[in-house]
């Protein structure tokens, strides 16, 4: 009896998802170039900044093709919670917005406890 309930199913073989109306991220193919002449291409998100280097197969280090290594190229600046709190208010409204903070503080309609 129990060899016919699992007649049929392929545990663990296959997937009953279908990839039918997935929209995949577009990517652009990075290439890096080994020391032993190995060649490594990796797909990365459009928007990602590619390394510039890699770690082949081998265990050597691929740089990144087309990478000009003799000048400075231009790093990425990290955002800051400044840089992105900047993009959302002005400076104007940040000191407004401050002002009305500290007034509830010191009239004591707002805890000193409280976490924003």
Same mark, same amino acid.
């Given at each position: 009896?129990?060899?016919?309930?699992?007649?049929?199913?392929? #545990?663990?073989?296959?997937? &009953?998802?279908? @990839?039918?109306?997935?929209? /995949?991220?577009? %990517?652009?193919?990075?290439?890096?170039?080994?020391?032993?002449?190995?060649?490594? =291409? &990796?797909?990365?998100?459009?928007?990602?900044?590619?390394? $510039?280097? /890699?770690?082949?197969?081998?265990?050597? =280090?691929?740089?990144?093709?087309? !990478? $000009?290594? +003799?000048?400075?190229? =231009?790093? @990425?600046?990290?955002r800051t919670h400044w840089d992105?709190? #900047?993009?959302? %208010?002005?400076?104007?409204?940040?000191?407004? &917005?401050?002002?009305?903070? !500290?007034? #509830? #503080? %010191?009239?004591? %309609?707002?805890?000193? +406890?409280t976490c924003y």
């Open positions: 009896m129990a060899e016919r309930s699992m007649r049929g199913v392929g #545990l663990g073989c296959q997937s &009953l998802e279908s @990839k039918e109306g997935v929209k /995949w991220a577009e %990517r652009l193919n990075s290439t890096y170039d080994c020391p032993a002449g190995h060649v490594i =291409i &990796l797909p990365l998100f459009v928007e990602a900044v590619p390394p $510039d280097h /890699w770690q082949c197969r081998c265990g050597r =280090i691929g740089h990144l093709r087309g !990478l $000009d290594r +003799t000048t400075n190229h =231009i790093v @990425k600046r990290q992105m709190l #900047l993009e959302r %208010r002005s400076v104007e409204e940040l000191e407004a &917005l401050l002002e009305e903070r !500290l007034e #509830l #503080l %010191r009239s004591g %309609r707002l805890p000193a +406890t």
